[in-house]
Each structure stands twice: as structure tokens, then as C-alpha cells.
């Protein structure tokens, strides 16, 4: 069946960096995009950015811009995102979907990882 | 970037009709997407597009639009619907997307 799983739970301290692991299956990974979501304790959900697993093309949210990387690895069907110098605030759950875009996101969401936890804390 | 506004909660009877809305100036040009989320539980896409609903989604679930709101419709609202409810959609530029703040739906 089609699905995206993701990386296990991670604690880190402030000014690390985190990367989160998003594995595809069911479906030809090449032909869709990656979006990145993270959702605070008890927050709404905010869209972090979007990746063409089709070029590896990247559009991210402005307030992630300069500590967001996002890449594919098509020849084992992952997505990876990467947050720099982490604060506080970013502790979240980080989730991977699958974007029916690969020039650009589409916004329609199909398809959820499970999620990951990030911790931050001193 | 834009911004869309949902009204953070909304209670309906169970059985009878409920409507959520998302306002923006997004949605002029793009259409929103719903997603239900249940605690503890990743975002489920409920409408996409026009009014689409992705395979497994019951038939209670419609969503419209007009100007700068999208419409998400549980006719005959059950118990299970009790969730959060979030929109979506594409930001003025096209390539970034922006969620509305999310509506706690509770079914009496």
C-alpha cells in the first residue's frame, strides 16, 4: 500500500541540527513531491516547504529559509529534511506528505507520514 | 505570503448539518483542501480541489467556495467526525502554501 515512514523520536539541544528521514512506498516516488509540515504541543499545523522528488527543485517558508534543507534520494525512495541551529520553539512533531507536485506544491496532501518528534532542550 | 482564518471551534448535533469555513485572500485563486485530524493521529485529506473527495472518505463530507471563503460540509455529522479540521491552500506567489489556524468540531 502506499505509504511514507518516517525516523524515530529525537532530543537535541539548542544550536544542533536535526535530520528527519521520510521513506515512500506503493507509488512511483518520482512522480510526486514531498511537503514538509511541523506541528507545535497543542498548535496548528505550518507547512515548512516542498520538494520535486521528480529534480530535486525546493521552494521553502520564508521564516525557515537559511536553517531548512530539504533533499530525495531516488534510489532508495527517501525524502530527508534538515533544521539548523535548533531553538526552543521548534520542538514539534515534524510529518512528511506526499505533494501530487513536481513543478511546484499543489497543497493537497494525500498522503501522511506518521510523524516525528523533535525535542529541543538544554 | 497570505494568511487563512478558520473560527477555532464549532459544535453540531449529531445528525444534523455543520459548515466550516476558511477565509483568505488565497482562495480568490486557489482552491483550499481539508484535512480532519484526530488526536494523537496524522492529518487525514478529507476535500481536495473543486469538491473532490480522495477514496474512503464518506460521501457526507462536500466542500464549495466563493470569493475569498472555502466551505468544508459534514451532512448528518456522526460521532467519529469529532475532530480537528484544518484548510489549506497555495499563498498569492503559488509556491508556498499556507494552513488556516484549525476548528475544533465537537458533536453533541
Known amino acids: 500500500q502506499v505509504q511514507l515512514v518516517q525516523s524515530g523520536a529525537e532530543v537535541k539541544k539548542p544550536g544542533a541540527s536535526v535530520k528527519v528521514s521520510c521513506k515512500a512506498s506503493?507509488?512511483?516516488?518520482?512522480?510526486?513531491?514531498i511537503s514538509w509540515m511541523r506541528q507545535a504541543p497543542g498548535q496548528g499545523l505550518e507547512w515548512m516547504g516542498w520538494i520535486s522528488a521528480y529534480n530535486g527543485n525546493t521552494n521553502y517558508a520564508q521564516k525557515l529559509q537559511g536553517r531548512v534543507t530539504m533533499t530525495t534520494d531516488t534510489s532508495t525512495s527517501t525524502a530527508y529534511m534538515e533544521l539548523r541551529s535548533l531553538r526552543s520553539d521548534d520542538t514539534a512533531v515534524y510529518s512528511c506528505?506526499?505533494?501530487?507536485?513536481?513543478?511546484?506544491?499543489?497543497?493537497?496532501?494525500?498522503?501522511w507520514g506518521q510523524g516525528t518528534m523533535v525535542t529541543v532542550s538544554s | 505570503s497570505s494568511e487563512l482564518t478558520q473560527d477555532p471551534a464549532v459544535s453540531v448535533a449529531l445528525g444534523q448539518t455543520v459548515r466550516i469555513t476558511c477565509q483568505g485572500d488565497s482562495l480568490r485563486s486557489y482552491y483550499a483542501s481539508w484535512y480532519q485530524q484526530k488526536p494523537g493521529q496524522a492529518p487525514v485529506l478529507v476535500i481536495y480541489?473543486?469538491?473532490n473527495r480522495p477514496s474512503g472518505i464518506p460521501d457526507r463530507f462536500s466542500g464549495s467556495s466563493s470569493g475569498y471563503t472555502a466551505s468544508l460540509t459534514i451532512t448528518g455529522a456522526q460521532a467519529e467526525d469529532e475532530a480537528d479540521y484544518y484548510c489549506n491552500s497555495r499563498d498569492s506567489s503559488g509556491y508556498h502554501v499556507v494552513f488556516g489556524g484549525g476548528t475544533k468540531l465537537t458533536v453533541l
Open positions: 506503493g507509488y512511483t516516488f518520482t512522480s510526486y513531491g
Open positions: 506528505a506526499r505533494d501530487p507536485g513536481t513543478v511546484t506544491t499543489l497543497g493537497a496532501f494525500d498522503i
Open positions: 480541489g473543486k469538491n
